[in-house]
Nanobody, 120 residues
């Protein structure tokens, strides 16, 4: 079992930045691909970014490429999402998730989410 706890959400103005953190406990963190998803009010959950076990490979949704950066520190059991140039439409609950492979992340472990609100 893996427990994931997100933090770092909050209120930011359009064009601003936030850094989200997701800390894992339980099984060996470095064995898992990690990802961030988000779900806005009335919207479907969508993929944001993912990172491989070692951090050597990263994946991004087209909508966030060049603005968001996913990273991980396996020594701290933590994955990060640096978000720059945030826009109001990116207001959502952001969730981190972990899975043994890139294709099984969504079926793996999930955190409780952290709210990000971008004001115009």
């Amino acid at each position: 079992q893996v427990q994931l706890v997100e933090s770092g959400g909050g209120l930011v103005q359009a064009g601003g930045s936030l850094r989200l953190s997701c800390t894992a406990s339980g099984r060996t963190f470095s064995n898992y691909y990690m990802a961030w998803f988000r779900q806005g009010s009335g919207k479907e959950r969508e993929f944001v970014a993912a990172i491989s076990w070692s951090g050597g490979r990263t994946y991004y949704a087209d909508s966030v490429k060049g603005r968001f950066t996913i990273s991980r520190d396996n020594a701290k059991n933590t994955v990060y999402l640096q978000m720059n140039s945030l826009q109001p439409e990116e207001t959502a609950v952001y969730y981190c998730a972990g899975g043994s492979t890139m294709t099984t992340i969504a079926k793996g472990y999930w955190g409780q989410g952290t709210q990000v609100t971008v004001s115009s």
